[in-house]
Protein backbone atom coordinates (compact mmCIF):
# COMPACT_ATOMS: atom_id res chain seq x y z
CA UNK A 1 0.00 0.00 0.00
CA UNK A 2 1.51 3.50 -1.09
CA UNK A 3 0.48 6.21 1.63
CA UNK A 4 2.71 8.91 0.18
CA UNK A 5 1.04 12.70 -0.89
CA UNK A 6 0.16 13.06 -4.20
CA UNK A 7 1.27 16.27 -5.88
CA UNK A 8 -0.89 18.62 -7.64
CA UNK A 9 -0.23 21.12 -10.51
CA UNK A 10 -3.60 23.77 -9.36
CA UNK A 11 -4.81 27.22 -10.96
CA UNK A 12 -4.17 29.69 -8.47
CA UNK A 13 -6.50 32.56 -9.89
CA UNK A 14 -6.68 35.98 -8.47
CA UNK A 15 -7.37 36.91 -5.36
CA UNK A 16 -11.28 37.37 -6.27
CA UNK A 17 -11.17 33.68 -6.84
CA UNK A 18 -11.60 33.51 -2.45
CA UNK A 19 -15.10 35.14 -3.66
CA UNK A 20 -15.94 32.28 -5.95
CA UNK A 21 -17.85 30.39 -4.74
CA UNK A 22 -17.78 27.52 -7.42
CA UNK A 23 -14.31 27.38 -8.03
CA UNK A 24 -13.26 27.60 -4.36
CA UNK A 25 -15.81 25.06 -3.51
CA UNK A 26 -14.12 22.95 -6.14
CA UNK A 27 -10.67 23.81 -4.23
CA UNK A 28 -12.21 23.29 -0.80
CA UNK A 29 -13.79 19.66 -1.62
CA UNK A 30 -10.68 18.61 -3.33
CA UNK A 31 -8.22 19.39 -0.38
CA UNK A 32 -11.23 17.49 1.64
CA UNK A 33 -10.34 14.45 -0.48
CA UNK A 34 -6.62 14.59 0.11
CA UNK A 35 -4.57 12.99 2.85
CA UNK A 36 -3.78 15.53 5.46
CA UNK A 37 -0.24 16.68 5.18
CA UNK A 38 2.23 17.26 7.80
CA UNK A 39 3.93 20.10 5.52
CA UNK A 40 3.42 22.03 2.30
CA UNK A 41 6.07 22.65 -0.20
CA UNK A 42 4.57 24.91 -3.09
CA UNK A 43 6.53 26.39 -6.54
CA UNK A 44 4.77 29.31 -7.89
CA UNK A 45 4.19 31.18 -10.75
CA UNK A 46 4.82 34.25 -9.28
CA UNK A 47 8.36 33.69 -7.77
CA UNK A 48 11.31 33.19 -11.03
CA UNK A 49 14.77 33.54 -9.53
CA UNK A 50 17.50 31.18 -9.60
CA UNK A 51 18.94 29.69 -7.79
CA UNK A 52 16.33 28.09 -6.07
CA UNK A 53 15.14 30.39 -3.27
CA UNK A 54 13.30 29.17 -0.46
CA UNK A 55 10.57 31.79 1.76
CA UNK A 56 11.10 32.61 5.47
CA UNK A 57 8.61 31.58 8.05
CA UNK A 58 6.29 34.21 9.54
CA UNK A 59 7.29 36.46 6.83
CA UNK A 60 4.14 38.68 5.81
CA UNK A 61 2.47 37.77 2.57
CA UNK A 62 3.02 39.53 -0.77
CA UNK A 63 0.58 41.42 -1.77
CA UNK A 64 1.99 40.99 -5.85
CA UNK A 65 -1.38 42.24 -7.47
CA UNK A 66 -2.92 45.62 -8.68
CA UNK A 67 -6.39 46.87 -9.11
CA UNK A 68 -8.34 44.78 -6.54
CA UNK A 69 -10.03 45.51 -3.44
CA UNK A 70 -8.64 46.73 -0.37
CA UNK A 71 -9.63 43.98 1.37
CA UNK A 72 -7.36 41.50 -0.06
CA UNK A 73 -4.44 43.63 0.77
CA UNK A 74 -5.35 43.28 4.21
CA UNK A 75 -5.78 39.61 4.25
CA UNK A 76 -3.32 37.43 6.34
CA UNK A 77 -2.23 33.81 6.08
CA UNK A 78 -0.42 32.55 9.22
CA UNK A 79 0.84 29.22 9.10
CA UNK A 80 3.36 27.11 11.38
CA UNK A 81 6.69 27.35 11.51
CA UNK A 82 8.65 25.39 8.20
CA UNK A 83 12.46 25.59 9.08
CA UNK A 84 12.47 21.63 9.22
CA UNK A 85 10.92 21.62 5.88
CA UNK A 86 13.07 24.17 3.86
CA UNK A 87 16.42 22.62 6.10
CA UNK A 88 15.06 19.10 4.55
CA UNK A 89 14.98 20.49 1.01
CA UNK A 90 18.18 22.55 0.85
CA UNK A 91 19.44 19.42 1.42
CA UNK A 92 17.91 17.43 -1.20
CA UNK A 93 19.56 19.90 -3.98
CA UNK A 94 22.66 18.49 -5.69
CA UNK A 95 26.03 19.69 -4.69
CA UNK A 96 27.18 22.83 -6.78
CA UNK A 97 23.68 24.13 -7.08
CA UNK A 98 23.47 26.26 -3.72
CA UNK A 99 19.83 26.95 -2.28
CA UNK A 100 19.14 30.88 -1.32
CA UNK A 101 17.42 31.03 2.43
CA UNK A 102 15.06 34.10 1.98
CA UNK A 103 15.30 35.93 5.14
CA UNK A 104 12.09 38.11 4.23
CA UNK A 105 9.93 36.93 1.30
CA UNK A 106 6.38 35.36 2.50
CA UNK A 107 4.20 33.39 0.28
CA UNK A 108 2.97 35.14 -3.00
CA UNK A 109 -0.65 35.04 -4.13
CA UNK A 110 -0.14 32.04 -5.97
CA UNK A 111 0.61 30.22 -3.00
CA UNK A 112 -1.66 32.18 -0.18
CA UNK A 113 -5.26 32.31 -2.47
CA UNK A 114 -5.61 29.11 -3.37
CA UNK A 115 -3.99 27.64 0.45
CA UNK A 116 -6.28 29.78 2.09
CA UNK A 117 -9.15 28.12 0.60
CA UNK A 118 -8.12 24.50 0.61
CA UNK A 119 -6.90 24.75 4.45
CA UNK A 120 -8.23 27.68 5.91
CA UNK A 121 -7.58 26.80 9.34
CA UNK A 122 -3.53 27.81 8.14
CA UNK A 123 -2.59 24.77 10.73
CA UNK A 124 0.26 22.67 8.10
CA UNK A 125 3.71 24.28 7.90
CA UNK A 126 3.97 26.07 4.42
CA UNK A 127 7.29 26.09 2.42
CA UNK A 128 7.35 28.22 -1.14
CA UNK A 129 10.13 27.28 -3.46
CA UNK A 130 10.85 29.81 -6.45
CA UNK A 131 10.75 28.85 -10.30
CA UNK A 132 14.48 28.28 -10.72
CA UNK A 133 14.25 28.02 -14.73
CA UNK A 134 11.19 27.65 -17.89
CA UNK A 135 13.20 24.53 -18.91
CA UNK A 136 10.67 21.37 -18.82
CA UNK A 137 13.40 18.87 -18.37
CA UNK A 138 15.22 20.80 -15.12
CA UNK A 139 12.00 21.71 -13.23
CA UNK A 140 11.56 17.64 -14.32
CA UNK A 141 14.56 16.98 -12.87
CA UNK A 142 13.91 19.46 -9.88
CA UNK A 143 9.92 17.44 -8.90
CA UNK A 144 12.12 14.12 -9.37
CA UNK A 145 14.72 15.28 -6.41
CA UNK A 146 11.58 16.55 -4.26
CA UNK A 147 9.72 13.25 -4.89
CA UNK A 148 10.91 11.67 -1.45
CA UNK A 149 9.33 14.06 0.34
CA UNK A 150 5.41 12.94 -0.59
CA UNK A 151 6.96 9.57 1.21
CA UNK A 152 7.10 11.85 4.35
CA UNK A 153 4.02 13.58 4.34
CA UNK A 154 4.71 16.85 2.32
CA UNK A 155 2.35 17.63 -0.02
CA UNK A 156 4.25 19.09 -3.44
CA UNK A 157 2.24 21.62 -5.53
CA UNK A 158 2.62 23.20 -8.56
CA UNK A 159 0.85 26.20 -9.03
CA UNK A 160 -0.07 28.19 -12.20
CA UNK A 161 -2.98 28.25 -14.58
CA UNK A 162 -3.06 26.63 -17.90
CA UNK A 163 -3.75 28.98 -20.01
CA UNK A 164 -2.56 33.43 -18.88
CA UNK A 165 -2.92 35.15 -21.86
CA UNK A 166 -3.97 38.14 -19.96
CA UNK A 167 -2.85 40.98 -22.28
CA UNK A 168 -5.74 38.70 -24.63
CA UNK A 169 -8.15 39.00 -22.69
CA UNK A 170 -11.68 41.38 -23.56
CA UNK A 171 -14.10 40.75 -21.22
CA UNK A 172 -12.93 40.40 -17.17
CA UNK A 173 -16.06 39.06 -15.96
CA UNK A 174 -15.46 35.44 -14.30
CA UNK A 175 -18.15 33.42 -16.69
CA UNK A 176 -16.08 35.40 -19.30
CA UNK A 177 -16.64 33.51 -22.98
CA UNK A 178 -13.63 31.62 -23.69
CA UNK A 179 -11.06 32.60 -25.99
CA UNK A 180 -10.52 30.00 -28.86
CA UNK A 181 -6.71 30.06 -28.26
CA UNK A 182 -7.61 29.32 -24.10
CA UNK A 183 -9.92 26.33 -25.36
CA UNK A 184 -7.45 25.20 -28.07
CA UNK A 185 -4.86 25.07 -25.54
CA UNK A 186 -6.56 23.43 -22.29
CA UNK A 187 -7.95 20.65 -24.63
CA UNK A 188 -4.70 20.22 -25.91
CA UNK A 189 -3.61 19.53 -22.80
CA UNK A 190 -5.80 17.77 -21.49
CA UNK A 191 -5.69 15.06 -24.15
CA UNK A 192 -1.59 14.70 -23.19
CA UNK A 193 -2.47 14.98 -19.78
CA UNK A 194 -4.81 11.70 -20.18
CA UNK A 195 -2.25 9.88 -22.07
CA UNK A 196 0.37 10.57 -19.78
CA UNK A 197 2.28 12.14 -22.64
CA UNK A 198 5.08 13.97 -21.05
CA UNK A 199 7.11 14.69 -24.04
CA UNK A 200 4.07 16.01 -25.78
CA UNK A 201 3.42 18.96 -22.87
CA UNK A 202 7.07 19.63 -22.87
CA UNK A 203 6.82 20.48 -26.17
CA UNK A 204 4.15 22.96 -26.06
CA UNK A 205 6.20 25.96 -27.84
CA UNK A 206 6.12 24.03 -31.11
CA UNK A 207 2.86 21.34 -30.19
CA UNK A 208 0.73 23.28 -28.80
CA UNK A 209 -2.43 25.35 -30.65
CA UNK A 210 -3.12 27.95 -28.98
CA UNK A 211 0.24 29.49 -28.36
CA UNK A 212 1.69 32.43 -27.96
CA UNK A 213 -1.76 33.77 -26.98
CA UNK A 214 -1.95 31.18 -24.13
CA UNK A 215 1.42 31.74 -22.54
CA UNK A 216 3.25 34.80 -23.78
CA UNK A 217 5.11 34.16 -21.11
CA UNK A 218 5.49 30.80 -19.68
CA UNK A 219 5.48 30.57 -15.51
CA UNK A 220 1.60 29.50 -15.50
CA UNK A 221 2.44 26.77 -17.53
CA UNK A 222 5.91 25.60 -16.01
CA UNK A 223 5.17 24.39 -12.90
CA UNK A 224 3.57 21.62 -14.10
CA UNK A 225 6.82 19.98 -14.65
CA UNK A 226 7.87 20.15 -11.37
CA UNK A 227 4.63 18.11 -10.34
CA UNK A 228 5.41 15.52 -13.20
CA UNK A 229 8.64 15.20 -11.97
CA UNK A 230 7.47 14.17 -8.50
CA UNK A 231 5.22 11.38 -9.76
CA UNK A 232 6.10 8.24 -9.02
CA UNK A 233 5.85 7.37 -12.52
CA UNK A 234 5.56 10.46 -14.65
CA UNK A 235 4.49 9.40 -17.80
CA UNK A 236 1.28 7.73 -16.19
CA UNK A 237 -2.05 9.23 -16.44
CA UNK A 238 -3.12 12.02 -13.35
CA UNK A 239 -6.50 12.57 -12.35
CA UNK A 240 -7.78 15.96 -13.97
CA UNK A 241 -9.76 17.42 -10.85
CA UNK A 242 -10.88 20.50 -12.03
CA UNK A 243 -11.54 21.61 -15.45
CA UNK A 244 -13.70 24.81 -16.95
CA UNK A 245 -12.66 28.22 -17.44
CA UNK A 246 -12.36 31.46 -15.25
CA UNK A 247 -12.29 34.64 -16.84
CA UNK A 248 -11.81 32.76 -19.78
CA UNK A 249 -8.87 31.16 -18.85
CA UNK A 250 -8.11 27.43 -17.99
CA UNK A 251 -8.58 26.17 -14.26
CA UNK A 252 -7.22 22.56 -15.36
CA UNK A 253 -5.42 21.09 -12.58
CA UNK A 254 -4.37 17.71 -11.75
CA UNK A 255 -3.56 15.26 -9.44
CA UNK A 256 -0.72 12.68 -9.96
CA UNK A 257 0.76 9.83 -7.35
Same mark, same amino acid.
Given at each position: ?????? *????????? =??? +?? $? %????? /??AWARDLPRPKAILIVSAHWESAPVSLSASHAPLVYDFGGFAPKYYEM??????????????????????????????????? *????????? =??? +?? $? %????? /???????????????????????????????????????????????????????????????????????????????????????????????????????????????????????????????
Amino acid at each position: MNDSMP *ALYIGHGAP =PLL +DD $P %VWSGQ /LSAWARDLPRPKAILIVSAHWESAPVSLSASHAPLVYDFGGFAPKYYEMTYETPDATLLAQRVAAMMPTGEPVHQHASRGLDHG *AWVPLKIMF =PAG +DI $P %VLQMS /LPTDDPHRLMKLGERLRPLRDEGVLIIGSGFLTHGLPFLTDWSIDAAVPGWSQDFDLWAAEAMARGDVDTLAGYKAKAPGMPYAHPTVEHYTPLFVTLGAATTPDQPGIQVIDGYWMGLSKRSLQVA
